[in-house]
């Protein structure tokens, strides 16, 4: 709220943060290190619900939390997927992170729905060969309904660091591993300060950069948000196109697993692979698997630990008010 949130769209961005943060997940309240991260635009206006069908809907986000503007677009979904059986939604012109898609997309597999989650966001990632940012870090997430612990869910960056994951190297004064960043002038760096000026690079290479180049124009160009480029001089992180017209996109699909059988046999065999990939060896884990395995300890312990100048950077947010 000092950033200049409204309470109910600071409810909702503090249940997406926390979300994250119990589940040992770097976008939780690491976002608040740097509050203009977060920043709040005197000038937003009401959400505005744009080419909107039986089946789908944009949400023009008018400049509030991008946070607000998925978890509206998420809402729709979910409902017009019960009513349609398939629903897609996506969001624009809002200029904040989503944080940890995970959260939306297990609010669509718990209502029985197959859930397809990509956020797209400003230029911080590099293409294989590349010096300067052109990707976001666009994450995609999958949450399929069924095994009896809850969705599965597999939620993934396609790019090699996060902004706010390397935020919070340098909070706590480590450095990044090897091969995840380079610096504005094309070189490999592990500094996080150096690494914020330049560029992240994909995961994987070529598999990783081409996933991220699919994301890009599923949710940047699909949902109308910016799209890099238009000339100007080189992009690294924190600036771009896309960081100068302040629109990032996401894109939410949900699916109803009928259109093709019936949901209790779905979830059934969705049941039956996953104990078959667990009892395949000793040490197998399922995507986010490890994650309900730090919420339930973190929830057992009763409070969190995190880095000092993560710690003073949210108290001194807390007693001042914020000029963005």
């Known amino acids: 709220r000092n950033i200049g949130y409204s309470d109910d769209d600071a409810k909702i961005m503090t249940r997406v943060m926390m979300h994250a943060e119990i589940h040992g997940n770097n976008q939780g309240i690491s976002k608040l290190y740097r509050p203009q991260d977060m920043g709040f635009n005197p ?5 505005k619900f744009e080419n ?4 789908s809907v944009v ?16 809402d729709k979904v979910v409902a017009k997927a019960r009513a349609t059986k398939f ?5 624009y012109n809002t200029y904040t992170s989503t944080g940890m898609l995970a959260y939306y997309a297990s609010t669509v597999a718990e209502a029985g729905l197959i859930a397809i989650v990509m956020a797209g966001s400003p230029e911080m990632v590099a293409p294989v060969g590349g010096k300067q940012a052109v990707f976001g870090t666009n994450p995609i997430c999958f949450a399929i309904p069924g095994p009896k612990e809850g969705p599965l869910i ?9 902004l706010f994951g390397t935020i919070s190297y340098k909070a706590s004064g480590k450095p990044l591993p090897p091969g995840v960043a380079i610096d504005k002038d094309g070189n490999p760096t592990t500094d996080p300060s150096l690494a914020l000026e330049g560029a992240f690079l994909a995961f994987g290479g070529y598999k990783g950069a081409g996933l991220a180049l699919i994301v890009e124009l599923l949710t940047q160009v699909l949902s109308g948000g910016a799209i890099p480029g238009g000339g100007g001089p080189e992009a690294h992180v924190g600036t ?15 699916i109803d697993p009928a259109l093709l ?9 969705v049941q039956e692979v996953c104990n078959h990939v667990k009892n395949s060896g000793p040490r197998v884990t399922l995507p986010g698997e490890l994650e309900i395995k730090r919420r339930d300890e973190n929830l057992k312990a009763g409070g969190l630990n995190i880095a000092k100048g993560l710690f003073d950077n949210i108290q001194a947010l807390a007693n001042t008010k914020a000029k963005l």
């Not at 000038?43 to 959400?47: E, F, R, T, Y």
């Open 240 to 254: 771009g196109r896309k960081w100068r017209e302040k629109s990032w996109s996401n894109t939410v699909i949900a």
């Open 52 to 55: 909107e069908t039986p089946q």
């Open 154 to 162: 597999l939620d993934m960056a396609t790019a090699a660091a996060t």
């Open 43 to 47: 000038k937003a206006g009401p959400l």
């Open 261 to 269: 059988m019936a949901p209790d046999r779905f979830k059934a065999r």
């Open 59 to 74: 949400v023009n986000g008018n400049q509030r939390s991008g946070m607000v503007a998925l978890s509206t677009a998420v």
């Open 87 to 91: 629903a897609i939604a996506g969001t």
